[in-house]
């Protein structure tokens, strides 16, 4: 079975065990563990869950319009035939100055591929999406906030830290996401993907999601193995990969399990 079931389903399980019930802002309560914590080699697998199916081109939608689009307009990621931010789109389009908003406004993308090309050893590489000043303007503020990078023997590392992770919905989504990601990275800066550390401050599963979860659970013995991602070998620019360029290959999964996203 894939490391990325593997690691997953175990916090899952840990969460249900040994959870701490409480309630919090969305109003539906929470079993909670905290640091919890997921690590993948991406140069031996790619993390997508099987145990479910995970929706992978959304997944990528997301990310590229976070973080090569550097946008806040939702309309433009509705423009792709992805709706996951429609929930907190504001009545002028935008989610307010969170997400691509911060990697644009201080030109974050930019200076990690010049880093990682002219300084590939330097101890600096972050990405942060938690702007203190911008905080009260966002219509979420970030929960996978913050990228740090590292550069060891040709491989591109990368510890993403999230505040808050909805292990049913939001989480699925993140671990993928951000493998891609690396990925992108890696092949733009001339590297190969190394070591993906997920940190996850505040592990969550919403009571409305455990019967969900339970039913993910029992499929764990039934769990395969890890597709392949493959990229366009000829895209060097971060900025000129397109969804056409991004293929998952032999992603075979175990079918939908439906949850509803607390906003």
């Known amino acids: 079975m894939s490391q990325a079931d593997t690691q997953y389903l175990d916090i899952v399980e840990r969460i249900l065990k040994d959870g701490y019930y409480a309630n919090n802002r969305t109003g539906i309560p929470t079993y909670k563990l905290p640091h919890q914590i997921m690590q993948f080699d991406l140069e031996k697998e790619f993390p997508i869950l099987t145990t479910k199916f995970v929706a992978f081109k959304t997944a990528v939608k ?9 946008s806040n307009d939702v309309r433009e990621l509705q423009k792709m035939n992805c709706h996951v931010w429609d929930e907190w789109m504001r009545e002028d389009g935008t989610i ?3 997400y691509g908003y911060q990697i644009r406004k201080y030109k974050q993308v930019d200076t990690l591929l010049q880093t990682l090309k002219n300084d590939p050893q330097s101890r600096r590489m972050i ?5 203190i000043e911008d905080l009260p303007d966002m219509a979420l503020q970030p929960c996978a906030y913050q990228t740090l990078w590292d550069v060891t023997d040709g491989r591109l590392n990368c510890m993403l830290i999230q505040r808050s992770g909805d292990m049913g919905l939001g989480v699925p989504f993140n671990m993928t996401q951000y493998a891609v990601l690396i990925h992108l990275i890696a092949q733009s800066a001339g590297l190969k993907p190394g070591l993906f550390t997920h940190v996850i401050n ?3 599963v919403y009571a409305n999601h455990v019967e969900t979860l339970k039913k993910q659970l029992a499929r764990r013995s039934q769990a395969l193995p890890a597709p392949k991602l493959l990229l366009n070998p ?3 620019d971060f900025y000129q990969f397109t969804m056409d360029d991004i293929k998952l290959d032999q992603y075979q999964h175990l079918g939908k399990l439906a949850m509803e996203v607390a906003v």
Request: hydrophobic fraction near 50%; charged fraction near 15%; charge should be negative.
């Open 62 to 70: 997301e990310i590229l319009w976070i973080w090569q689009l550097q």
């Open 96 to 98: 307010g100055k969170a």
């Open 127 to 131: 990405v942060s999406l938690w702007n």
């Open 202 to 204: 505040n592990a969550h």
């Open 234 to 236: 000829d895209i060097t």
